[in-house]
């Protein structure tokens, strides 16, 4: 099977030497420096007596589409930033990648930006007192150890490719085990299904596994190993909310878990060390911040369930991004879900005891905007959609859905394909305008529906974060279509501040919970539903015809062998009114 031009993949054989020797225990491959750091409470910035107002964090956001660098204040509000976009790869349909050099160039070059911007405003670098990580989760990196060089692109969380490998893995002994293990089903999303697609294509990679150099990790780590060395002392190390969605991390135990690992015959691997997602890992090793903590690492959906501050059991919120993606907090104990949804990490703090979340997630939102700007030109700004929406009072019985990589949550359908239906002489591009964001707003009120049920407890409030809720456009109609009060703080970026508070509580800006209290609080939007009920049930009966209609797009035998591996999650429950009616 040919696969898609990957970055260099020059190997230096001279270095085997060092990192070649093969491994023969039964634990988990993992690789670190046996040197530090250890976290310290303050820097100097406040021990020379600086007040608490002016002291910083910055955070990394590296994001599906661009990487960002913002500097906050102890009052979580941002002072200096910087972002860039990066290239999307689409070698075939379905396949989406990123060249993982050009994302580590992607935070060089944010961080140097906002740091002169951040010193041109007459401020100190003692002042920065860390930086915290969040990431794009799930996406797949694997690089040589001798050289540090990726051995592949990175496999982004979206990517379709590993559908035959889902259905290989579904096949094999114990597979009926793993959900149970790690709060997963066995689909395209997650990172062991892809790490083992590169075992089977790439010979670069099969052979550096084979010599027992093969490093393996999230973005977080692969930004972690780089900037804190790499080759030279470089420190390999993720934090639970990544590792809890790699399908090889133990639910309950926050470890490598070796049943998971024998399961997709990872067993060389070297996996990076999980550690808490708030505690210094090591130092900036070169450029403006060298010498700088880094202190706080999350994914980037647990980071804006941080950032929003839900850190109550029943508390959620919604990021809009390229996906979409509803975190709800259960507390300390994980609750595996029987309507659909993820059991994963919502954080875990120092030594405190981990939070748990169920997450539902969407694979296109955003990227549906982007995909009418781009693909269709329908729209040259992807503003201009809130605008278009707004100018006609329904879709025209148009629905939409956006299953350009199948349906996630409550769904998990890999059968699905984009589908437009309704559409007559009196479509215009509002209509499809207002189909493409109503079809977010719809996912999210299927997976807020399965959360209600696994739950017991429905939501009263949702707090939303991500550029789509830039549009009230779309917000009103989320609020109409979930009839549930919508907040939107007046500080958009609460990813970035999840990562910084994280960072910011290791290194002592912040020591409790209740010092973030008066964070992003003042001038919030807040959308009210304004349809009545009976409104609101016609319409989401047409979004689950659409997704009916939708389904069983692949070869009758692909279809169902799909649909034979998701018995330990829900199937369709559009599928299943078609049944009954």
Not at 266 to 289: A, C, D, F, Q, R
Not at 292 to 312: E, K, T
Not at 347 to 366: N, Q, R
Not at 470 to 499: H, K, W, Y
Request: one cysteine or more; a negative charge.
């Amino acid at each position: 099977m040919s696969v898609s031009p990957a970055v260099n993949l020059s190997r230096n054989s001279s270095l085997r030497s060092e990192f070649g020797e093969r491994r023969t225990s039964s634990t988990p491959n993992t690789r670190r420096p046996s040197l530090r750091s250890t976290p310290s409470r303050r820097n100097s910035a406040m021990l020379e007596g600086d007040s608490p107002e002016e002291v910083f964090v910055g955070a990394i956001d590296q994001g599906t589409t661009s990487t960002r660098f913002i500097i906050f204040d102890r009052n979580g509000q941002p002072q200096a930033q910087h972002q860039v976009e990066f290239e999307q790869i689409y070698p075939k349909p379905g396949w989406i990648e990123h060249d993982p050099e050009e994302i580590r160039s992607s935070v060089s070059t944010v961080l140097s930006k906002a740091t002169k911007n951040f010193l041109d405003q007459g401020r100190r670098m003692r002042q920065l007192q860390a930086v915290g990580i969040t990431n794009q989760r799930e996406t797949t990196v694997v690089w040589d150890a001798e050289t540090g060089r990726p051995l592949y692109n990175a496999i982004v969380w979206a990517d379709t490719r590993t559908t035959e490998t889902v259905q290989q893995l579904k096949r094999r002994p114990g597979s009926d085990k793993i959900f149970e293990l790690c709060g997963l089903p066995i689909t395209t999303y997650f990172s062991a299904v892809k790490l083992r697609w590169i075992l089977d294509h790439v010979e670069d990679a099969r052979e550096a596994y084979n010599e027992g150099a093969l490093m393996f990790g999230t973005i977080d780590s692969w930004l972690i190993w780089n900037f804190t060395g790499g080759i030279n002392g470089g420190i390999h190390v993720t934090d639970p909310t990544n590792a809890s969605r790699t399908m090889l991390m133990n639910i309950r135990t926050l470890q490598w878990d070796q049943e998971l690992i024998d399961f997709f015959d990872l067993g060389k691997v070297i996996l990076p060390e999980i550690l808490s997602s708030s505690e210094v890992y090591g130092k900036m090793s070169t450029g403006p911040l060298a010498g700088i903590p880094i202190s706080g690492c999350l994914g980037d959906q647990s980071s804006a369930l941080v950032g929003q501050q839900a850190f109550n059991p029943g508390d959620a919120k919604n990021t809009y991004g390229t996906g979409c993606f509803l975190l709800y907090n259960t507390g300390e104990t994980p609750v595996l879900s029987k309507n659909g949804l993820l059991t994963t990490v919502g954080y875990k703090f120092g030594d405190k005891k981990p939070v748990y979340a169920l997450e539902g997630s969407i694979a296109v939102a955003g990227s549906s905007i982007k995909w009418l700007r781009d693909g269709l030109g329908l729209i040259k700004e992807s503003s201009e959609i809130s605008d278009l929406a707004a100018s006609v009072e329904d879709a025209g019985g148009v629905i939409f859905v956006p299953a350009f990589s199948g349906l996630f949550a409550p769904y998990w359908r890999d059968d699905v394909r984009g589908t437009m239906l309704g559409i007559t002489h009196y479509t215009t591009k509002a209509h499809i305008c207002r189909a493409t964001l109503e079809a977010i707003c719809f996912q999210a009120k299927a997976i807020l529906d399965a959360m209600n049920k696994d739950s017991g407890t429905p939501l009263k409030v949702l707090k939303v974060d991500g550029g789509v809720t830039n549009s009230d456009t779309c917000m009103q109609i989320q609020s109409d279509t979930i009839g549930l009060r919508v907040e939107r703080p007046a500080m958009r970026e609460t990813t970035a501040l999840g990562a910084a508070i994280a960072a910011g509580f290791a290194v002592g800006v912040w020591s409790d919970f209740s010092e973030l209290s008066s964070i992003n609080q003042e001038g919030k939007d807040i959308f009210e539903p304004a349809i009545e009920e009976s409104v609101r049930d016609e319409r989401f009966g047409l979004w689950e015809r659409a997704v009916r209609q939708s389904c069983g797009w692949l070869k009758r035998d692909e279809v169902e062998e799909l649909k034979d591996g998701v018995e330990q999650m829900t199937l369709v429950q559009a599928e299943e009114k078609a049944e009954n009616a």
